[in-house]
Structure formats: structure tokens, C-alpha cells
């Protein structure tokens, strides 16, 4: 029964660390810019949920005299390209 709920637990664990990290993925920590909603739209009109993730790359950035390793979308990085 232990090896049982051994697994379970790290099946769960596995499902969170996969959520978790899509969450992480898709939000930029600068901006806090997320994923947005909206239909993708067949030739034949027909609308089906889809969701249209920012561009967020993971970057070292300088962050207040410190290097921090961010995810981080490419518009923010346009940004601090521009003010450093
Ligand atoms: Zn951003």
C-alpha cells in the first residue's frame, strides 16, 4: 500500500509542478502580463476557445544593481534594451 501512495503522491506533485510551471511560463514578472483568452475561427466559422500566451523568455536582467535570472516578455525587454 506505501509504494501505492508513494506514487500517487508523485503523480500529483507531477500534475502541480506542471500547472505551476505553465503559470509561471506564460506571466511576465516585470509587467505581470498574462495569458489572454479568445476563439480560434475555422473557415466554416466555427469558434473554439484558445488561449494566446504572452512571449515571455527567460532572461538575466539587471534589477536594481542585481542580476536576476526573469521571465520576462520580449516587449519589457525591448523596453529595458532602451532605458540601459
Ligand atoms: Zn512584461
Redesign the pocket.
Known sequence: MAWFQKDAACSVAHLLHIEFGEFIMAK?E????GPQFGNHVSFSQRHVKRRFN?NVQKRKVLINGKVRRVH??T??LKTLSKTA
Open positions: 511576465c516585470i509587467c505581470g502580463r504572452a520576462i516578455c516587449s519589457c
